[in-house]
């Protein structure tokens, strides 16, 4: 089968294709074709051999999030048959041989039946910014319906998934974007007002949408950026979940104690059996509400590895980035 490697920590070009022998499922594992695999920033950091969580042995094939169709499942394997169309999220799972690859052996208990709503390309598109989405919203904000949110990089894959969660909920919801191109697709997916990436020259066009108040919920993706103009504009008793971070700054701490409010983070490795099992019921009940539909992005080939992952890094656009390995 056709798979990308790395046989050295670096950058994207250290990513490699090449043709790898296929491996047969255990007893609680299933072997799934691949359709679409889903690109991560995190596995950028497990490419360069700086990702905590993960320091993968070498050769690797990286990937935690995929869609396809079950070729082969394991002796005790019961909930899963041959021929089911499934997701695979393979964060932190017992076993997953990568999904940058035609075919991934995972544990039977990450892999999930997928909505016959989506495609197997969106359903590559869900995976860990959903997961990250929900346990963002309803476990570390613990958004209410009166609350006002705003979402850094709303039209991003973790984003823009919040975005339809918040609004599913009944929250006012104001997400930001670079590109004119990615504030249309904010407003698309249902969100109250599209700003330009926050700053001291657009402050003022917040406070009037919040009455001058300020967001009760913020959504930071690049923490080193924004926290402290976050923790200037927060409203009293606000929450701000760092959902993303690339390096540190110097931060005031007076600001919050002005509002009182709270700074926290996510990290959804940490997520219990109970709060994982709440996700998963919670996101599959929003898309069979018609509540939640992934925003797929750029399209790449497993021949494309390097350019994908530059792409990722450089110019992560709106949506989530996939490998496309066949057409359902």
Not at 258 to 273: D, H, P, R
Not at 302 to 310: G, N, S, V
């Amino acid at each position: 089968m056709k798979a990308i490697i790395i046989n050295e920590f670096g950058g994207p070009e250290v990513l490699e294709t090449v043709d790898l022998a296929e491996e047969s499922p255990s007893v609680n594992e299933v072997k799934i074709k691949l359709y679409a695999a889903g690109l991560n920033p995190n596995e950028s950091y497990t490419i360069a051999g700086t990702y905590g969580p993960v320091k993968p042995d070498l050769p690797y094939v990286p990937g935690f999030d995929g869609a396809g169709v079950i070729e082969e499942v394991g002796p005790e394997v019961d909930a899963l048959e041959v021929g089911d169309r499934v997701f695979f999220y393979g964060y932190l799972a017992d076993k997953n041989t990568g999904t940058y690859a035609e075919k991934v052996i995972a544990s039977a208990d990450r892999v999930f039946p997928l909505p016959k709503k989506l495609s197997l390309i969106e359903g590559a598109a869900l995976g860990i910014p959903a997961f990250t989405a929900y346990r963002v919203l309803f476990h570390r904000a613990k958004i209410k319906a009166e609350d006002t949110i705003l979402i850094h990089g709303a039209s991003g894959a973790v984003g823009n998934f919040a975005l339809q969660m918040a609004k599913a909920v009944g929250a006012k919801v104001i997400g930001t974007s670079s590109s004119e191109a990615g504030r249309e697709e904010i407003l698309k997916a249902g969100a109250d007002h599209a700003l330009n990436h926050l700053s001291e020259d657009n402050q003022e066009e917040l406070m009037d949408i919040t009455d001058g108040k300020g967001p009760d919920v913020i959504l930071e993706m690049l923490a080193n950026k924004n926290l402290e103009f976050d923790s200037k504009i927060i409203n009293k008793f606000g929450r701000i979940v760092v959902v993303g971070n690339r390096g540190s700054l110097e931060f005031n701490p007076s600001n919050l104690m002005k509002n009182e409010a709270n700074i926290t983070s996510v990290n959804v490795g940490y997520m219990t059996a109970e709060d994982f099992d709440a996700a998963m019921l919670g996101i599959l009940d929003l898309i069979e509400k018609d509540k939640l539909q992934p925003l797929v992005g750029e399209k790449f080939t497993l021949d494309q590895a390097t350019e994908a992952h530059r792409h990722l890094i450089d110019e992560p656009g709106n949506g989530r980035t996939v490998f496309v390995m066949s057409e359902e």
